[in-house]
C-alpha cells in the first residue's frame, strides 16, 4: 500500500468513495456497494486505517451484501502523520459511537453490522456493554481478552507500562519511538524476521509485500493508547471499567468471531466463555493464520460467506440481500 491507496479502489473495484471527514473520524465507502438496506462499518486495529482491510478481498465481498463503509479513526491524515490524541475510551464513548450514528443515517440503511479488526474488534466488543444500535458483530482476530493470550503478551505489557511508556516518553515522544520500530520492522533485511517473530502473518497466507506495507502505511498511536493496551495486557480486560467479556456474553444479537491459530495476540483459550451468551454466536479458529492474515490473506474471501451465512441463519441479514 502506498498514499495512492487514498485515491485508488480497493483491489482495483475503483476509486473510493469519501462521506465524511473530521479530525477524529474519517469514512469511506466501497464503490460498489450500491444503496442497500445493510450496511457493514470496519473499524482497523491499532496503528492502522483502511488500508487494513483495503489490501484484501474483504470489502468486495461484503459489497456483495451490503454496503461497505471503512472508518478511519482520527480522521483522514493519518496516513500523513498526524498525531492521535485519544485513548481507547476516546474511541469507545466518543469516535466509534460517531461512525456508527453516520452510518445509520445513510440513505436506505436500516442495520448495521460492525465489522473489526484487533483493536477494533475489542472496541466493537467493549461497545456491546451500551447495547449500541449495530445489528450484528463480527470480530477477527480479537484478543478477547488480551491476558488470556500468549503468555509473551503479558510480558510486553508489564514492560510497556512500567518501563518503556514512563520512562522512554519522558526523553522521546512515544510516537518517534514507534516509527522508529515500525522502520526497523520494514527494512528489508530484518523485516521478515520482525513478521517471523511476531506472527502478524503467515506467508502462505498473505504476501510478505502486503504485510511490509501494513506497516508502512501505519501511523504509530500516542501514549495514551500505549498504557491502554498495556493495562489491557497485564490483565485488566477491561476499558474505561468495561468487562468485555461479560458485555459479549450479555449481548443477545449475533457474534462472529474468527481466530487464527498462530495468532501472538491469542490463541484457543481466548476463545472460552466467548461461544457461550445470550445470543446466537458462531466461533471460527483458523489453522496457520496470523494476526493479520484474516483479513488480507486468502482465506479471506471463505471467512466472508461463513459470516454471511450465520447472519442468514439467524436473520440478521435477509438472504435475498445478495447483489450480482
Known sequence: MTQRDNEEGMNGAGRLVPLFASDRLALWEHPSSGQRSDAFLLVHGLGQHRSTFTA??????LARFGRVILAELDG?????????TRGLSGYLFDVVPEAIARVRELPGVERVHYVGHSMGAYLGSALLAGDPPIRSLANFAAPLPLARGRPQIKLVGAVARKV????????????????LAKDIATLPTRGLGVFDLVRLGVPEEA???V???????GVPESVSVMMDLAELAV???????I??????????????SALGDADVFGSAACLQGALDGAGP???????????????IGRRARSLVRELIGFLVQTGAIAGSTRAG
Not at 484484501?56 to 465481498?61: Q, R
Request: charge should be positive.
Open 243 to 256: 468487562d468485555v467479556l461479560a458485555a459479549i456474553k450479555r449481548w443477545p444479537g449475533p457474534i462472529f
Open 76 to 84: 483522514p491524515d493519518r496516513a500523513t502523520g498526524a498525531r492521535p
Open 211 to 217: 504485510l511490509r506495507a501494513l506497516f508502512t502505511t
Open 235 to 241: 490483565g485488566g480486560g477491561r476499558i474505561a471499567g
Open 207 to 209: 504476501p510478505r509485500e
Open 281 to 295: 454466536r458462531r466461533t471460527v479458529l483458523v489453522e496457520r493464520s496470523g494476526h493479520s492474515d484474516l483479513v
Open 56 to 61: 484484501g478481498a474483504m470489502p468486495g465481498e
Open 164 to 179: 518503556l511508556i514512563p520512562f522512554v516518553h519522558k526523553r522521546f515522544p512515544m510516537d518517534v519511538v514507534l516509527r
